[in-house]
């Protein structure tokens, strides 16, 4: 099956600093990609839904000055949590989808994990 | 507005067949989808139906009514392993995927 994979799986900053974390699809060409955050015991959220070469769509309510979203290639999205926040804390999921016959079906990334003190 | 419904959790014994409901109430459809994730894991993909009918693969199963907005997993001979968080999710007339919240499903032994 398609892979995706996020780098880096795991990360702890302090209050302030800014955070990026890459999507990358390995062997297939994502002609859109999803950004999703999820708490604890909750489902997925969609914060955006980027396709390459043009800018990412938002959810309503996500601030798009503060998780940017840039999608350079199409095997390449990145995330930017600027000035992080402890309330930024969360795991984040991304996936993408190609076409084909399961044009239609989005692989997951294995998530990051987020945590700022 | 859209939403997806189904079960908060469920509890079934190792061995045992489980069968997971999700209705959905979107603006059109085209397709329905069931993930799996595991604690502190990224979802993985079980199913997809477009079609009314039965899917079938392996262990696991999905139905789908499009006329009742219904759709079913159906898990046999169920395993410690599938003690997880099933999630449904529908593809809406925009290509949007609406999800639901998701049915964490505890195995017995």
């Known amino acids: 099956g398609a892979v995706v994979s996020q780098h880096p799986s795991w990360v702890i900053c302090k209050s302030g600093t800014s955070v990026k974390i890459e999507c990358r699809s390995l062997?297939?060409?994502?002609?859109?990609m999803f950004w999703y955050r999820q708490f604890p015991k909750q489902s997925l959220m969609l914060m955006a839904t980027?396709?390459?070469?043009?800018?990412?769509?938002?959810e309503q309510g996500v601030e798009k000055d503060k998780f940017l979203i840039n999608h350079a290639s199409l095997t390449l999205s990145t995330l930017t949590v600027t000035s992080a926040h402890p309330e930024d804390s969360s795991f984040y999921i991304c996936?993408?989808?190609?076409?084909?016959?399961?044009?239609?079906?989005?692989?997951f990334g294995p998530g990051t994990r987020l945590l700022v003190l | 507005g859209q939403n997806i419904d189904q079960p908060t959790e469920m509890t079934a014994t190792e061995g045992a067949i489980v069968q997971i409901n999700c209705t959905y109430q979107?603006?059109?459809?085209?397709?329905l989808f069931w993930y799996q994730q595991h604690a502190g894991e990224a979802p993985t993909f079980l199913s997809y139906?477009?079609l009314d009918g039965l899917e079938e693969k392996g262990r696991f199963s999905s139905f789908l009514s499009r006329s009742k907005g219904y759709s079913y997993l159906l898990l046999k001979e169920l395993q410690m392993k599938d003690s997880a968080s099933y999630l449904c999710?529908?593809?809406?007339?925009?290509?949007?995927?609406?999800w639901g919240a998701g049915t964490k499903l505890i195995i017995k032994p």
């Open positions: 979107t603006s059109g459809f085209n397709g």
């Open positions: 139906n477009v």
């Open positions: 062997d297939f060409q994502a002609t859109t």
């Open positions: 980027s396709n390459e070469g043009s800018k990412a769509t938002y």
């Open positions: 996936s993408a989808r190609f076409g084909g016959r399961e044009w239609e079906t989005q692989y």
């Open positions: 999710a529908v593809k809406n007339s925009n290509y949007q995927l609406i």
